[in-house]
Structure formats: C-alpha cells, structure tokens
C-alpha cells in the first residue's frame, strides 16, 4: 500500500496562500491598540449616555419614571445611580484605571438595559457585554494604567 504525501504548501491554492500572508500580517497589529479600541468604544456610548442624563437631570428621571420603569428603585435614585456609573465607569475603563471594576459596573448596567428595558437591541448589548466581559477576563491590557501600576508595584504585569 502506498500512500501520498503532498507538501501542504504546493497543496493549497493561491486564494489559501494569500489569505494566509494576510493573517501573518494582521497578527503583526498590536493587540494592545485593539484592546484600548474596544474600552473607547463602550466607553465612549455610555459616557455619551451620562451626560445626556447630567445636562438635564429633570429629564432623566422623567426617563427612569416613564420608559425604563426599573422595577426596584424608585426613578429619582435610579436616574442618580445610572448618572453617576454612565459618568465615572467609562473614565475607568478607558483609562484602564481598576478597569475590571469599571468593567464590571458596565457590565451590570448593559445586563439590567437588555432584561429589564430593552431586550430587542440584545445585538448591541451582547457586543457590549462581549467587549466588557473581554476586560473582566483579561484585563485593560498593556495600554493602560492598571498595567504601570503591576509593573511599578509587582515588576510585571
């Protein structure tokens, strides 16, 4: 019995081959630029979001007592808590500065904004939650401040 062995390389055909010089080549990307990418893009909506609330707090809670109508909190104290989260987690996570606690307050926001008031936007709220649980697990990466501080206080990150 023989058997036939072809070179892998001559085996594939020059549409494989190409697409596999442009992995090579995007793998060249730093990861790090695309991590910083994904903190100012959620970052950057739900900041975005808290201010809108901030520049006019009657309005918000208008918002919290007749659209969103979270069913434990009252709508002055929802619109406080949204307000103070939308304004201050994005800081941390874009600085990546506690980003897994920054993270995680977005996290639980985009959860209680997919269950509890808009549960057909789920594909903007999973790409959230995608980017958000990314940070939790992995952390902010190299571009950020919570990695100087492991490297000034542990001498790694």
Avoid: C
Wanted: proline share 6%; aromatic share 10%.
């Amino acid at each position: 019995m023989t058997s036939i062995t072809a070179d892998p390389v001559q085996a594939e055909s020059p549409l494989v081959q190409r697409l596999d010089r442009l992995r090579t080549i995007a793998r060249r990307f730093p990861l790090s630029f695309v991590e910083l990418g994904m903190r100012l893009a959620v970052g950057a909506t739900f900041f975005r979001s808290g201010m809108l609330k901030y520049q006019s707090f009657d309005n918000a809670i208008v918002l919290f007592r007749d659209e969103y109508r979270l069913p434990v909190l009252p709508p002055d104290i929802a619109a406080y808590l949204g307000t103070a989260v939308e304004l201050t987690a994005p800081v941390l996570l874009v600085l990546g500065l506690f980003a897994s606690f920054g993270a995680a307050a977005l996290l639980a926001m985009t959860l209680t904004i997919q269950f509890l008031v808009y549960p057909e936007n789920w594909p903007e709220h999973l790409m959230w939650g995608s980017i958000l649980a990314y940070v939790l697990s992995r952390g902010a990466g190299k571009l950020s401040i919570d990695r100087l501080v492991a490297l000034r206080l542990f001498g790694r990150a």
